[in-house]
């Protein structure tokens, strides 16, 4: 950095860089868990920067320092335009600039929101892993975005078993779509499309929530396949009451009690935390108590950290 030179990855590359390499990001992710549950991390509170004239739209800056054996500083400037479907457009892109650590210059600029999408799948991943007991033939999304599409490719990653998915959306022609996505990634999967949330989710005992939602809407689990894994990675989809009934892990309690999340709505509800086991970190590690109802849902909610 001397010469005053930033490194700058595009899209395209950053895609190349990282084609391929699921279940070594997945360790990635695991390693980083890892460092910030040990307290070598710096992570302040992300900051949304929203529009008086839109709501739905938003700008997120994310700040993070992680140590251990990455030694890494920088920040992602992250947007979720939900009007940007309508228009033909992904709802969300991002950037990335990385800092020296030693003189805090910049070193380079990167195209974040194919990280960004990969890190989520990546984390969605290693919770299906470590919290669903079994093998998973079946899967069940709700959202037909770019999330859930990269979290199908990382769980079929994980579990090379999974031979049928079954897909729900509000938008039917997007659900359409989807599902020809899907079957080119792998010919092989059997793709169902259910308009009914709850119909999928009886149907399936994994299943990755990845909405636009700003509010809950899942009010009720009581049909699903006892001791199901809930990825919620949307993070406003599921009622209070639903939080308070069955087993929650997070990414960091601190965290994802904010920004009206499911689970800041449930801890506003009854003024504290206790109904969090743990963080995935703290359940990997062993540090988590053990789940106390086997037949309970076992529900991630990941606030998705800078780290």
């Not at 979290?151 to 022609?173: C, H, M, Q, W």
């Not at 009206?260 to 995935?280: A, C, K, N, P, Y």
Request: glycine content about 8%; some cysteine; charged content about 20%.
């Amino acid at each position: 950095m001397r010469d005053g030179n930033i490194l700058i990855l595009r899209g395209h590359e950053v895609g190349a860089l990282l084609q391929g390499r699921e279940l070594e990001l997945i360790e990635v992710v695991r390693r980083a868990y890892e460092i910030h549950d040990a307290k070598q991390s710096a992570l302040p509170h992300s900051v949304f920067l929203r529009f008086p004239y839109d709501q739905s739209a938003r700008i997120i800056a994310l700040p993070a320092y992680i140590g251990g054996d990455f030694a890494a500083a920088g920040i992602k400037w992250v947007s979720s335009f939900p009007g940007n479907l309508e228009k033909g457009m992904d709802r969300a892109s991002a950037v990335i600039v990385l800092n020296s650590t030693d003189t805090g210059r910049p070193e380079a600029i990167v195209e974040g929101s194919i990280i960004s999408a990969k890190r989520t799948a990546a984390s969605a991943a290693l919770a299906a892993r470590t919290l669903h007991n079994g093998d998973v033939s079946t899967v069940g999304l709700l959202g037909c975005g770019v999330i859930n599409f990269e979290i199908l490719r990382f769980l079929k990653a994980t579990f090379p078993g999974i031979e049928t998915l079954v897909i729900s959306d509000i938008g039917i022609e997007r659900a359409e779509l989807f599902k020809q996505k899907c079957i080119r990634l792998d010919p092989k999967l059997n793709v169902i499309i259910e308009p009914d949330t709850q119909t999928m989710m009886r149907s399936c005992s994994l299943i990755s929530l990845a909405t636009t939602s700003g509010e809950p809407h899942i009010f009720v689990l009581s049909g699903c396949i006892p001791g199901s894994t809930i990825l919620h990675i949307s993070l406003h989809d599921v009622s209070p009451e639903v939080i308070l009934a069955n087993d929650n892990v997070v990414d960091d309690v601190d965290h994802v009690c904010r920004a009206m999340t499911s689970i800041h709505l449930t801890q506003q509800l009854v003024g504290h935390t206790e109904f969090v086991r743990g963080t995935l970190a703290s359940v990997f590690t062993g540090k988590a108590p053990e789940k106390r109802d086997v037949a309970a849902h076992t529900i991630f909610s990941p606030f998705g950290l800078g780290v």
